[in-house]
């Protein structure tokens, strides 16, 4: 959620915000192609710190 609310918050406020949120979370896979590379990031699922269930994270799969 955390890419997809910077680009949410990017996104011109005269769109409402259910709108808004829809057109970040298509995006967000775009904008991690432009800041990683193809190929160079991941999404894992891992258990959520607070309550039941797990949520995604997007990390970077390259080597330093």
């Known amino acids: 959620m955390g890419v997809q609310s910077v680009l949410m918050d990017?996104?011109?406020t005269v769109i409402d915000t259910r709108e808004r949120k829809?057109?970040?979370y298509r995006m967000v896979t775009r904008a991690m192609n432009e800041v990683f590379g193809e190929g160079n990031w991941a999404s894992?699922?891992?258990e959520?710190?607070?309550g039941p269930g797990q949520t995604?994270?997007?990390v970077?799969?390259?080597s330093r």
């Open 44 to 46: 894992e699922k891992r």
């Open 56 to 58: 995604t994270w997007l």
């Open 48 to 50: 959520k710190k607070s």
């Open 10 to 12: 990017s996104l011109p």
């Open 22 to 24: 829809e057109m970040a």
């Open 60 to 62: 970077s799969t390259q």
